[in-house]
């Protein structure tokens, strides 16, 4: 009975220290031309939405062609990073005064139907520079961006980088940091992307690389865990998932202004619980 209760122990022990896995990569499945594809793209079942720093495209999602454009004024809508899904008919967007210090940052929707603006949430200046937003849990998942050099602040870097979790009011119920593997490949800069997978795991792209980092939120502690890296066929930037079609992610690709649809591979159910 000893012996069965150490070996138990033991596995249980080498499982939750394991390192994470590289997973095979995912596979472009169609590119489409998005002049305004500079910052992200976020989609629901009919619509991509390509984003640039103070403009949201709606493109037919067949062929990327531009049905409405909302344009900001500039001197409010400074760095917008991302947009995501919020229900049926709106986007929320993470923005920020990138690379202004000190850092501010606001959420801001907007009507897909309509692609007017509805409102704003101001998280003011705190943990960083608000990148991407997503709800997951019956709550707002915030991840807010910290620096080395330019948009930066004194006395923090890209290890400074935050994810937080409110309640649908932004009450804060808590925050944690990335994994240093993960940080290591963000540097110099940060998180660009993040979004939930309907496995209950974080998703999450940094600003230039072509990799796709699959997180936990740890049972205990502040830093999330890395479970496994996955090749990307664009290099960074913000993400999102297809609401139409199972493992189906859009990204950009920046250089080109293109938004490219790409199917990731599932996280094996024991790397994943």
Known sequence: M????????????????AGPSLLAPAVETRRLSAEDAHQ???ADAHYLYAISN????????????????????PR????????????ANELVCALSNYPAV?????????DVRTMRHLRSHSFGHGHGSLTWIDWHDDGWWACFANY?????????DHNWTTLVHYDRTFVERGTWLFPETVLARFAPHSASGGAWGGDGLLYVTGHDRPELYVLRVPATGSR???VATISI????????WDPSEARLLWSIERDTSEVVASRVPPVPESRGR
């Not at 080395?148 to 923090?156: F, V």
């Open 2 to 17: 000893l012996t069965a209760l150490a070996l138990l122990l033991t596995l249980q022990t080498a499982d939750s220290t």
């Open 40 to 42: 992200g793209v976020a």
């Open 54 to 73: 103070g403009a949201i495209a709606k493109l037919d999602k067949a062929n990327g062609r531009v049905l409405a454009r909302w344009r900001g004024d």
């Open 76 to 87: 409010r809508f400074i760095h917008m990073n991302s947009c995501a899904l919020a229900g």
């Open 102 to 110: 000190p850092m501010a940052s606001s959420a801001e929707w907007f």
């Open 148 to 156: 080395d050099g330019k948009g930066g602040e004194p006395g923090r």
């Open 224 to 226: 999330l865990e890395h």
């Open 233 to 240: 066929p664009t290099n960074g930037q913000a993400i999102a």
